[in-house]
Nanobody, 122 residues
Framework: QLQLVESGGGLVQPGGSLRLSCTAS????????IGWFRQAPGKEREGVSC????????NYADSVKGRFTISRDNAKNTVWLQMNSLTPEDTAVYYC???????????????WGQGTQVTVSS
C-alpha cells in the first residue's frame, strides 16, 4: 500500500528547467521528511535536497544550491523539486524517499520511489 511515485522527468536542454513531483500514499505523509536523491550511471546515489515534515526546513547539496527548490504540500501528499539552470551534470535518475531522521544520508530513508529519468542534453 505504501507508494512514492515520481513524475516530471524528461529531456531538457542545458539551461532549461524541470519540475519533478513526488506523490505519496499509504502512510502519514506529514510524519516524514522527504528527500530527493539522484543516481547517474556508474556513480553513487547522491542526496540532492530534503524538506522537513511541515516544510519549514530545507537542505540542498552544494551542487544544486541556488538552482533547485524543494517544497511540499501535505494536504496534497506531494513534494516538488523545481530544477532550474540545468546542466548535463544533472543528468540522472531522480528518486524521492521518506525518512524519520533529518538529513541527506541515504541510510536514513526507509522507503523509495521508482525514480524518474532526467536527461540534460542538446
Amino acid at each position: 500500500q505504501l507508494q512514492l511515485v515520481e513524475s516530471g522527468g524528461g529531456l531538457v536542454q542545458p539551461g532549461g528547467s524541470l519540475r519533478l513531483s513526488c506523490t505519496a500514499s499509504g502512510f502519514t505523509f506529514g510524519a516524514y521528511h522527504i528527500g530527493w536523491f539522484r543516481q547517474a550511471p556508474g556513480k553513487e546515489r547522491e542526496g540532492v535536497s530534503c524538506v522537513s515534515q511541515t516544510g519549514g526546513i530545507t537542505n540542498y547539496a552544494d551542487s544544486v544550491k541556488g538552482r533547485f527548490t524543494i517544497s511540499r504540500d501535505n494536504a496534497k501528499n506531494t513534494v516538488w523539486l523545481q530544477m532550474n539552470s540545468l546542466t548535463p551534470e544533472d543528468t540522472a535518475v531522480y528518486y524521492c524517499a521518506r525518512s524519520r531522521t533529518w538529513g541527506l544520508k541515504a541510510p536514513f530513508y526507509d522507503y523509495w520511489g521508482q525514480g524518474t529519468q532526467v536527461t540534460v542534453s542538446s
